[in-house]
């Protein structure tokens, strides 16, 4: 193996033992006393049609009744949380990837207004579709 082979291999390890130490801080340790606990940040896809913008949400594992969707001026705010399931919690933790705990997610919108028209959360995902008005 080449030097820069080597080089190239170390910086990949390192940064995939960082993700993965963040994951794991981000869905397994409590926070410290007097602060507020850890939050994570669902991945978001936003894609406009004709007539609706899209802004899909992933959640996997998160029941409907654990989710708040709000819009404060031209801020769109998802939150609510994802629980370990009960075997997790009867069992021994060999790989958690897949985020806990309480999530927030805030997203600009594009300043002109808007109709939330549709809300469904689905295949793990939530769909938001926008009316442009």
């Given at each position: 193996?080449?030097?820069?082979?080597m080089e190239?291999?170390?910086?990949?390890?390192?940064?995939r033992?960082?993700?993965?130490?963040?994951?794991?801080?981000?869905?397994v340790?409590?926070?410290?006393?007097?602060r507020?606990p850890?939050?994570w940040?669902?991945?978001?896809?936003?894609?406009?049609?004709?007539?609706?913008?899209?802004?899909?949400?992933?959640?996997?594992?998160?029941?409907?009744?654990?989710v708040?969707?709000?819009?404060?001026?031209?801020?769109?705010?998802?939150?609510?949380?994802?629980?370990l399931p009960?075997?997790?919690h009867?069992?021994?933790?060999?790989?958690?990837?897949?985020?806990?705990?309480?999530?927030?997610?805030?997203l600009?919108?594009?300043?002109?207004?808007?109709?939330?028209?549709?809300n469904?959360?689905?295949?793990?995902?939530l769909?938001?579709?926008?009316?442009?008005?």
């Amino acid at each position: 193996m080449s030097l820069r082979d080597m080089e190239n291999w170390m910086w990949s390890e390192a940064v995939r033992m960082l993700e993965r130490a963040e994951r794991t801080q981000r869905t397994v340790a409590p926070p410290a006393a007097g602060r507020r606990p850890s939050r994570w940040e669902p991945p978001v896809d936003v894609y406009e049609t004709g007539d609706l913008l899209w802004v899909v949400t992933a959640l996997p594992g998160v029941a409907p009744e654990q989710v708040a969707v709000q819009i404060q001026q031209d801020v769109l705010i998802v939150t609510g949380e994802r629980r370990l399931p009960e075997a997790a919690h009867r069992g021994r933790l060999h790989r958690v990837e897949i985020p806990a705990g309480r999530f927030e997610r805030r997203l600009m919108l594009p300043p002109r207004p808007l109709e939330l028209v549709h809300n469904e959360l689905l295949n793990g995902c939530l769909y938001l579709g926008f009316r442009k008005l």
